[in-house]
C-alpha cells in the first residue's frame, strides 16, 4: 500500500443494504487519499474496528475502479454485519486512525450577534467533528475560569458521549442549544476507545 492509500478517509454520510442485505453499500465523501476495488478499509467509530475488502466502487450512478480525495462515492463491504456500518463511521487505511471519546482543544466563541453566548464547564454542546452530523459532549474549561464570553478563546477538555474517529489538528464547529456557538480545533487526543 502506499503512502496515499495509507492516509485514506472517508466519513460514511449514508448505508444501504444491498442484495437482500448481504452487502452494505457506505455512502460518502473521500476526504483524503484514495481507495481500489480489492482495498481493505477498516470502519473506525462506536462499535466499529472491523476490516472488509471493498469490492465495488459506485461513483455517480457508473461503477469505477478507483476513488480518489474529493469524490462522492458508495463503497460495496459484502459480509458487513448488521449495524457494522452507520452513518458517522469512517472508512480508512486500517490502523491509521482510532476511535476517541476524549481530547483536548482550543476554541473560540462567536460574537454574542452571531449566536455567540456564555458557556459554562459541563456544558452540554453538539460537536460537529466531521460531515455526517453532531454529537453531543460536555465542555471543561480551564480551573481559573468560571465563564467563557462570545468573542474569546480557551484551552478546553471535552468528553463526548460516543466515539469518533479523530486526529490532532482536526477542525470542528459546535452548536449550544440548536444555535452556532463557535469554532475549535483538536489539540490532544485523550481517550481512544480500541
Known amino acids: 500500500m502506499s503512502a496515499v492509500e495509507n492516509r485514506f478517509l472517508m466519513v460514511v454520510e449514508d448505508v444501504f443494504r444491498l442484495n437482500q442485505g448481504r452487502v452494505v453499500m457506505a455512502a460518502g465523501r473521500i476526504e483524503r487519499g484514495r481507495v481500489v476495488t480489492g ?38 463491504l459484502p459480509g458487513a454485519a448488521a449495524g457494522a456500518v452507520e452513518r458517522g463511521h469512517a472508512l480508512t487505511a486500517p490502523g491509521s486512525i482510532c476511535a476517541y471519546v476524549a481530547f483536548a482543544a482550543d476554541i ?4 454574542k450577534e452571531q449566536g455567540g453566548t456564555e458557556v459554562r464547564t459541563g456544558e452540554d454542546l453538539d460537536f460537529y467533528l466531521h460531515a455526517a452530523g453532531a454529537v453531543k459532549g460536555i465542555v471543561t474549561l480551564p480551573r481559573e475560569l468560571n465563564a467563557l464570553h462570545p468573542l474569546h478563546m480557551a484551552a478546553v477538555t471535552v468528553a463526548l458521549e460516543r466515539p469518533v474517529a479523530l486526529e490532532d489538528g482536526r477542525p470542528f464547529v459546535f452548536r449550544y442549544r440548536g444555535r452556532a456557538a463557535g469554532s475549535g480545533t483538536v489539540t490532544r487526543l485523550l481517550r481512544r476507545i480500541s
Open 108 to 111: 473560540a466563541l462567536l460574537p
Open 39 to 76: 482495498d481493505e478499509v477498516e470502519i473506525v467509530g462506536s462499535d466499529g474496528g472491523a476490516t472488509l475488502r471493498v469490492t465495488g466502487i459506485v461513483g455517480g450512478k457508473a461503477a469505477v475502479e478507483e476513488a480518489v480525495a474529493g469524490m462522492n462515492v458508495g463503497l460495496l
